[in-house]
C-alpha cells in the first residue's frame, strides 16, 4: 500500500510446519514437531534523490514435541532424555536499513545496515552439556555502483560483520545410541572485514552474459575472557566467475569458484590441518521445448580436483549428472 507519495509499505506473514515422526539425523527414534510463525514489514521511501529502504522480521518456533534437547555431555542417555513439549522457543527479530544516492546518472553510492538474531540448532549443546544461546549479527557495508548500458553493473565496497555469541561446531563429538556421530557446539565472539568487488555485464547480441566477483577479508574470533586472534578456519580469499549462454531454448553456463587456503582440526586426530585452496570448475547445458519441459546435463568439478573443505571429507571428483525438468 501507498502510506503517502513516494512511500510504499508491504506487510506479510509466513507458517512453516516440519514434523519428523521418527526424526532426523542426530534424533532418528526421536519424533520432531515444530512450527515457525513470521511477520514481515517491508517500507521504501523515495526522496528526491535519496532512497531508503528498511524491512523488519519478527519469527518464533513452537515447539510440539522436540526430543533432542537436555543432553548431558554424552549420548549416553540420549533415548531417555524426557522431550520438551508444548513449548515456546524464543522470539527472532531482524532489521535491515538500505539505501541509494545517485552521483550521476550512471553511478550511485549504495549502502545496508542489518541486523539478526539466529537460533541455535534444535538440541545443540556445548561439551559440558549446556544448551547454545542464540547469535546476534550486526552486518555494514557501503560502496560505489556503476550501471551502464554497454559494461553492465559494477560494484566496489567495504564490509564488517559482528557475530555476538557466534554459533560455531567444535572438534569434539560424542556418539549416540544409535550409532551417529553428533559434533558439540560453542559460542564466541568474531568479526570479519575486508573489500569485495562484483561485476555484471550485459547480455551481449541478447544470448550471452558475464559475471565475476572477488571477496578478500580478515577474520578474527575471540573466546570468554581473551582477546581477539586471527580465524584461520575461515579462507581470506574467495573468486568467482562464470558465463551464460541463452539462445533459441539452449542453454549453457560455466562456472568456476577459488576458495583461498584455510584450515580445520574438526575431526583430526592429530590438529589443524591444511584445507581449501583448490578451483572448483562446473558446467551445465539444456534444452527447454515449448512445453515447459527441460532436459539438462550438469557436469561437476570438470579439474577432477579431490579437495576437502572438513578434515577427512573429499570432494567424489568428477560426475555427471542428467534430468528432465517441468516447469508448470
Not at 268 to 280: A, E
Request: no cysteine; glycine share 10%.
Amino acid at each position: 500500500m501507498e502510506l503517502v507519495p513516494g512511500n510504499t509499505l508491504r506487510v506479510g506473514a509466513l507458517y512453516h510446519r516440519w514434523k519428523a515422526p521418527d526424526g532426523k539425523r542426530f534424533y532418528a527414534g526421536r519424533r520432531a514437531d515444530i512450527e515457525t510463525y513470521s511477520v514481515v514489514v517491508i517500507d521504501a521511501h523515495e526522496f528526491e534523490l535519496l532512497k531508503i529502504e528498511t524491512g523488519y522480521r519478527w519469527s518464533r518456533e513452537y515447539l510440539n514435541e522436540f526430543g533432542g534437547f537436555n543432553i548431558e555431555g554424552s549420548g549416553s542417555g540420549f533415548q531417555n532424555v524426557a522431550p520438551i513439549i508444548d513449548e515456546w522457543a524464543a522470539p527472532q527479530h531482524r532489521l535491515n536499513l538500505g539505501g541509494s544516492f545517485p552521483l550521476s546518472s550512471t553511478i550511485k553510492l549504495v549502502g545496508n545496515i542489518a541486523y539478526g538474531q539466529i537460533s541455535a540448532p534444535n538440541g545443540a549443546l556445548t561439551s559440558e552439556g549446556n544448551p547454545l544461546d542464540s547469535e546476534s549479527r550486526q552486518m555494514l557495508d557501503f560502496g560505489i555502483q556503476s550501471t551502464t548500458s554497454e559494461y553492465g553493473t559494477f560494484k566496489a565496497g567495504l564490509f564488517t560483520v559482528n557475530r555476538s555469541d557466534g554459533i560455531h561446531i567444535t572438534k569434539d563429538t560424542y556418539i549416540n545410541p544409535i550409532g551417529v556421530e553428533a559434533p558439540f557446539y560453542e559460542n564466541r565472539n568474531s568479526r570479519q572485514y575486508g573489500l569485495e568487488l562484483e561485476w555484471k555485464s550485459p547480455w551481449y547480441r541478447g544470448w550471452m552474459s558475464l559475471f565475476a566477483s572477488a571477496i578478500l577479508m580478515q577474520s578474527e574470533y575471540r573466546k570468554p575472557g581473551g582477546s581477539y586472534t586471527s580465524d584461520k578456519e575461515i579462507p581470506e580469499r574467495l573468486l568467482t566467475a562464470g558465463i551464460y549462454l541463452h539462445r533459441s531454448g539452449f542453454d549453457a553456463s560455466v562456472f568456476g569458484s577459488y576458495v583461498g587456503p584455510f584450515e580445520n582440526d574438526r575431526f583430526s586426530s592429530s590438529g589443524p590441518q591444511p584445507l581449501g585452496d583448490y578451483v572448483n570448475l562446473n558446467a551445465t547445458a539444456g534444452y527447454t521445448f515449448k512445453s515447459k519441459a527441460r532436459v539438462y546435463v550438469s557436469m561437476k568439478n570438470l579439474l577432477h580436483d579431490k579437495y576437502s573443505t572438513v578434515v577427512g571429507y573429499y570432494d567424489e571428483g568428477f560426475r555427471i549428472i542428467g534430468g528432465l525438468q517441468f516447469t508448470f
